[in-house]
């Protein structure tokens, strides 16, 4: 069943008066829409402009908004065109399509994709790529290298449609940008494109001008979707993706604050900013704070967010000396969003968290005018019934015939008029036709020829054709005849109508002019074809005439006059019959050229024309239906003042008390009259037409504001009464209870810790409503604001600075976002950062939910608390009175600041302990305030007095570049410990090397260890036996220097066989006699310069050999010393 949508109810129209529509507040405004939700979101914004604000031109037949521009950002382009209504997006202006009909070659091209800087974040070598039908398939990494992939063209169509909408504009610029949270594309690109919208308005200068607003959809919302809850896979991925989305937006809503910077490479530009991705955030839910999913949760949402977009695009009429801007008290966007900043940066926090969230609730008293319209146009069309079955009869039909005179012989007559079917032959002498018959023939040709061209200037004034579809004062043409006629007699007489007379014209059952045109074409072809057959007789009797004229003899006796006679007779009926020939033929043209055009009047008119009143009969029909049963979809929290059923009887009568005769003739007359609206079938003209007739027809009604209608519903028409009335049974008793915002509200957060405002819109004309909101609103604190949508009461509520974690949902999208390790999931998986590891939980670690434990946090939140606890001891954190700071210090190199410690390739334990001191001092001085190049704060606004401990953890704990910042921090600190213990145990550990080395040299002068030709050995006692220890031979791997091996054997030896050695030679110190000194007096006498050059010799290319050549140098040096002691 075809019907006109911007006629339908059904379809989002209806009759619309633009009587009744706002005018618009002079800004420009740019609707962007991401993915499957943000479609559907400005596909409702835009049928709601259409209905609620005036365009550009009211008379032109389809409404233009040239200041308001819509954009569908998309990788889906299959539900294009598949809905037809009045909020379809045009696929060439208003879609950017971001698919990729080759992406899994694009994911496969591994080497291209790992040149390309604007995709170093994508993680293509993990994602698994499906067909280019399903669109980004549902992972976020997809949808964003889609939109990337896109990036310039982008910004040149934004760029471009910036500048037609803010042309001729004396306002603002407000751009509002709809987005889930939780499927591929819109979740996948929404963080980018608001980057994106922000450079361009940086490009052209209009940051300061500028507002731009994010609607971004919970993924309760879309979890409220039947076909959605039934797919647990679908489930799972809207969670994990919705999950992924706000840790995000926590970390980019609060840029500046954490000292993040959000950097991303465009290809043609980039952007590196510390701004939020919106100056306005909006998070939609479906979801009581219980945590029930409203019926028609998802269409709440959408409706909830486009209303609250029209109430600013709507004019609005300022309080006396108040200007437009951000001081306005929020009758405009600018004033609206000041108003919400101040009342964020006046809450006190208990727990660390980003609160630059906005939630919206709305309750909307409505009256529905254009309802009320269209079923007005709906009963009408039912009045018109009879004309859609009227038929015409035999009778009806030879009536119109007759009374037209287009019967067979009455055409042929017109066409013949003046045209004498015999010859004029003037009188001739018989002796001269004897003589010649050429006068008579030539008498004849001129009489046939002045004949044809009657036939022709006949015929051509009879199938004049229609020049337009006006109907003519005069009818010269039978096709101006029967369509005057058809007008006058039957489309225009309420008993037949427009359809009976294209059914008389074109219908069925043969019962139909065509049907008898064709009959009058089947008897002339007859009545032709029997004269044709006359042809031969018509010939012999004129060729026998001849022959007797010619042998006629003349004379008093001859018969030359009665053969003349006879000639001429034969002539004559030779001309005649051949002139009846070409009467045929002319009257088969005009026939066939007049079934063309009635054929053709048929299709390009009354077919047309039926086809209209068809559809607009099926597109009311289905209106009714609607309207009367209630089936309509409404906006959850939309009250109807009156509905039709209140009011149906009256509606009903004003209907039944029409003259439909005349309402019906008047119709006609005006389709005819204005024929071109709808002949090319264009549903704008035919809309505008239509409506137009309705509203003009039912004006007592049609022009009745919405005060009238509270009359009628309160049974009052005293003004204070009116007002009383609008204020309690209104205001306070539909709209005050249910314009609290939707919200699935954690139990443990409790919603006195937001800022609150609330508005009541009015229409501007109507005082007993501005009162009445006034009288209401003063008290309460709620702000009035008089629009030009005169046909509601229209009350928001804003919850701002609301945190993410005050969303239950959190808590259930964490565990399956836990239990998630796809990949793709987040918009950097590669390259510099990763954000699965690097951004923290939006819960903050204060905020302590029973029973929520994920062990992953649980660890890095202890980790990094540990961290910051370390920083405030080693006073890297450290508070100020007035902040928390974080002191950024020099970078040390501290194997510059150590130098070198050794001379002759020994540690010189004298430098050694300098270079310590030097590091110890640069350690306790480290943070003093010569060594601090910045510091850095770890924001602690908006703290309660006595939870200023944990927010500043909470916030540490989510700021994961401060976290960077002093792990850096620690990290130096910690380098330098740990050098400083490094060069002390190097300092302890080179004392005991000389002591060791020292004890082992005493062992080999004393004897202890025994110097042979070949070895060194150790002989002692165990068990009654004599043991022999090797402690150099030729066989060890330095035996060829053998001191220095003997020494590494002695420092490997056992503990106990070590202290052996010792303890025996210190006893022999002690008991030295001169004897004894001969052993160091062998070494010496061994160990000449020359002994020892070959000894080095052998290990000239080992890699140690300059630690030998230091050990000989000591061993020698210790002899001379030995010597010099003891010897006598």
């Known amino acids: ?67 308001i521009k819509y954009l569908l950002i998309d990788s889906d382009a299959s539900k294009l065109g598949a809905q037809s209504d009045i909020g379809e997006i045009q696929r060439q202006t208003e879609y950017f399509d971001v698919s990729n009909s080759d992406i899994k070659a694009a994911f496969a091209a591994k080497d291209i994709l790992n040149r390309r800087n604007e995709m170093k974040w994508l993680n293509h070598e993990d994602i698994p790529i499906k067909d280019a039908g399903n669109g980004a398939g549902g992972i976020r990494q997809v949808g964003r290298f889609l939109l990337i992939d896109k990036a310039p ?23 509002h940008i709809f987005s889930g949270l939780s499927g591929g594309t819109g979740s996948g690109a929404f963080v980018d494109t608001c980057y994106i919208v922000q450079n361009v308005l940086e490009s052209m200068g209009r ?47 609060n840029l500046e604050e954490n000292k993040g910077r959000f950097k991303q490479n465009y290809s043609t530009f980039s952007v590196d900013t510390v701004k939020p991705p919106v100056e306005l955030c909006y998070l ?6 219980g945590g029930v999913a409203v019926e028609n949760g998802y269409d709440y949402g959408l409706s909830v967010a486009v209303d609250y977009v029209i109430s600013f695009m709507s004019k609005v009429t300022l309080p006396a000396g108040v200007a437009a801007g951000a001081a306005d008290g929020g009758q405009t966007l600018q004033g609206h969003i000041s108003n919400l900043e101040q009342a964020k940066n006046s809450i006190k926090k208990i727990h660390g968290a980003s609160i630059d969230y906005n939630i919206i609730g709305a309750a909307n008293a409505e009256m529905p005018l254009s309802e009320i319209a269209t079923y007005l146009g709906a009963k009408l069309f039912e009045r018109f019934d009879s004309m859609f079955d009227a038929t015409p009869t035999d009778n009806q039909l030879q009536e119109f015939v007759t009374k037209n005179q287009l019967s067979y012989e009455q055409i042929l007559s017109r066409l013949t008029k003046g045209v004498g079917f015999n010859v004029p032959f003037p009188k001739y002498d018989a002796k001269d036709l004897v003589a010649s018959n050429k006068m008579p023939v030539e008498k004849a040709d001129a009489w046939t020829a002045t004949s044809l061209g009657k036939f022709q200037e006949n015929r051509k004034a009879m199938e ?59 008897k002339n072809d007859e009545k032709m074809s029997a004269e044709v057959r006359q042809d031969q007789l018509r010939r012999n009797d004129l060729e026998n005439a001849e022959a007797q004229l010619r042998s006629a003899h003349t004379g008093l006796f001859g018969n030359a006059d009665k053969r003349a006679n006879d000639y001429l007779g034969a002539l004559n009926n030779w001309y005649v019959h051949l002139l009846n020939i070409d009467k045929f033929k002319y009257m088969q043209d005009l026939l066939r050229s007049l079934r063309a055009q009635v054929q053709e009047l048929n299709n390009n008119f009354f077919e047309v024309l039926t086809t209209v009143l068809d559809t607009l009969k099926d597109t009311f029909e289905d209106n009714s239906r609607i309207l009367v ?22 509606l009903d009568d004003a209907v039944k008390n029409l003259d439909v005769s005349l309402v019906m003739k008047n119709f006609i007359v005006r389709m005819f009259d204005e024929y071109p609206k709808w002949l090319s079938q264009d549903p704008n003209k035919i809309t505008q037409l239509i409506s137009d007739f309705i509203t003009k027809q039912f004006s007592d009604i049609t022009q009745e504001t919405i005060k009238d209608f509270l009359q009628i519903k309160f049974n009052t028409t005293d003004p204070i009464m009116l007002q009383n009335r609008i204020k309690t049974d209104i205001i306070q008793a539909q709209l005050a209870t249910k314009a609290d915002p939707l919200f699935w509200r ?10 609150k405002n609330s508005t009541i819109s009015v229409p501007f004309n109507t005082p007993e409503i501005v009162n009445a909101a006034e009288e209401y609103g003063t008290p309460e604190g709620v702000s009035i604001r008089k629009t030009g949508l005169t046909d509601r009461i229209f009350m928001m509520r804003f919850y701002t600075g609301v945190p993410l974690y005050a969303y239950q949902g959190l808590v259930e999208l964490e565990k399956a976002y836990e239990a998630d390790t796809s990949a793709g999931r987040h918009l950097y998986e590669a390259g510099e950062v990763d954000w699965r590891k690097f951004l923290p939980s939006p819960i903050p670690d204060s905020f302590k939910v029973p029973g929520h434990e994920m062990h992953r946090i649980i660890e890095r939140n202890k980790k990094l608390g540990d961290e910051l606890e370390t920083a405030k001891a080693k006073g890297i954190v450290f508070y100020d009175t007035v902040n928390w700071l974080v002191k950024v210090t020099k970078d040390m190199d501290l194997d510059a600041m150590c130098g070198d410690y050794h001379v002759g390739g020994k540690v010189d334990q004298s430098k050694l302990v300098e270079v310590i001191d030097s590091l110890k001092d640069c350690q306790a001085n480290m943070y003093a305030e010569k060594n601090v190049i910045k510091t850095v704060p770890i924001s602690i606004k908006g703290a309660k007095p006595g939870a200023e401990e944990d927010v500043l953890r909470d916030n540490y704990l989510r700021f994961p570049d401060v976290e960077v910042i002093v792990e850096k921090e620690l990290d130096k600190a910690a380098a330098l410990e740990k050098k400083i213990t490094e060069l002390e145990e190097e300092l302890s550990v080179g004392g005991l090397e000389d002591k060791l080395k020292k004890d082992f040299f005493n062992a080999i002068f004393t004897g202890v260890a025994e110097m042979g030709l070949s070895k060194i050995v150790y002989k002692y006692e165990e068990f009654g036996m004599e043991e022999v220890l090797d402690l150099q031979n030729n066989k060890m791997p330095y035996g060829r220097c053998a001191v220095y091996q003997a020494y590494l054997t002695f ?26 000194l001969e052993v160091a007096k062998k070494i010496k006498a061994r160990y000449t310069p020359d002994f020892l050059k070959n000894v080095l010799q052998n290990v000239a290319t080992d890699r140690n050999r300059e630690e030998i050549k230091a050990f000989y140098q000591d061993f020698m040096q210790e002899l001379q010393t030995y010597l010099r002691t003891y010897q006598m």
């Open 207 to 253: 940051t300061g001008s500028s507002r731009v607003c994010g609607y971004f959809f919970l993924p309760d919302v879309n979890l409220a979707r039947p076909e959605i809850v039934s797919d647990p896979l679908v489930s799972n991925y809207i969670r994990v993706n919705g999950y992924s989305a706000l840790k995000e937006l926590d970390y980019l809503m």
């Open 1 to 67: 069943m075809a019907i006109y949508n911007r006629l339908s109810v059904g379809s989002g129209g209806g009759v619309i008066n633009n009587f009744q529509k706002s005018e618009r507040q002079p800004d420009a405004t740019i609707c962007i829409g991401i993915g499957g939700t943000g479609s559907d979101a400005i596909k409702k914004l835009k049928r709601e402009v259409y209905k609620r604000l005036k365009p550009d031109d009211e008379d032109a037949p389809l409404p233009t908004y040239k200041n």
């Open 746 to 755: 954690n139990s443990l957060f409790h919603m006195d810790e937001v800022a």
């Open 464 to 522: 004049e054709k229609l020049k337009d579809y006006k109907i003519p004062d005069t009818t010269t043409s039978l096709i101006s005849l029967i369509y005057s006629s058809l007008y006058t007699s039957y489309a225009t007489d309420p008993k037949y109508g427009p359809i009976f007379a294209m059914r008389m014209l074109c219908g069925r059952n043969n019962k139909n002019l065509l049907h008898v045109i064709d009959g009058y074409i089947a």
């Open 629 to 650: 049963s209630g089936v309509r979809t409404t906006n959850s929290y939309t009250w109807h003042i009156l509905d039709i059923p209140d009011i149906q009887s009256q």
């Open 1051 to 1076: 420092k490997d030896l056992n503990e106990e066989l070590r202290l052996r050695i010792i303890e025996e030679a210190a006893d022999k110190l002690d008991n030295l006699e001169e004897e004894d």
């Open 284 to 289: 939609i839910s479906s979801t009581t704070s």
């Open 153 to 175: 063209a982008l910004k040149a169509k934004l760029t471009a449609m910036i500048n037609e909408a803010t042309a001729g504009v004396t306002g603002e610029l407000n751009i």
